[in-house]
């Protein structure tokens, strides 16, 4: 998870972009989008409005992006398999297969793929490498979360 201070995250994307000011927007987007999804699955409350601020990012704001129109053809593929991912991942929390929870426990983050990915398009592989390094270090490496207490929520 991202951290909550807008300033930090906004540095975060920076760094992973290398000052690009459209891949960072392009990011800020994503992480948005992919809060909203969660949020739309996981609450009841206020789900009109979070559908209807999924679409808007979705429809309006990402394709006014240059970064993303640039590089549609590469993050597109990217973009599906993560949300193949994250479905699948709900749907083997539940499974009987030991280690189909486990994969779906990992797989639910599979948005990090899209922050590799960005940092690879603006950097080239080290760069991406590095990012993925600082992405976990930032968003992932506080957590205890256990594959246990996942299947519990």
């Given at each position: 998870m991202l951290p909550s201070d807008p300033e930090a995250v906004r540095a975060a994307f920076l760094r992973w972009t290398l000052g690009d000011e459209a891949a960072a927007d392009f990011l800020a987007e994503i992480a948005a989008i992919a809060r909203l999804a969660d949020d739309i699955?996981?609450?009841?409350?206020?789900?009109?409005?979070?559908?209807?601020?999924?679409?808007v990012r979705t429809?309006?704001?990402?394709?006014?992006?240059?970064?993303?129109?640039?590089?549609?053809?590469?993050?597109a593929p990217i973009i599906h398999t993560v949300i193949v991912q994250w479905e699948l991942s709900d749907e083997w929390?539940?499974?009987?297969?030991?280690?189909?929870?486990?994969?779906?426990?990992?797989?639910?983050?599979?948005?990090?793929?899209?922050?590799?990915?960005?940092?690879?398009i603006c950097g080239g592989y080290d760069h991406a490498k590095t990012t993925t390094e600082d992405f976990f270090e930032l968003c992932h490496s506080g957590s205890r979360e256990t594959v246990e207490d996942w299947i519990k929520d």
């Open positions: 699955v996981d609450e009841d409350e206020n789900r009109q409005r979070n559908v209807c601020w999924l679409l429809l309006t704001r990402l394709p006014q992006n240059v970064f993303f129109n640039r590089h549609l053809a590469a993050l929390r539940s499974s009987h297969d030991a280690l189909k929870r486990q994969f779906g426990f990992v797989m639910r983050e599979a948005v990090g793929s899209i922050v590799t990915a960005t940092a690879a």
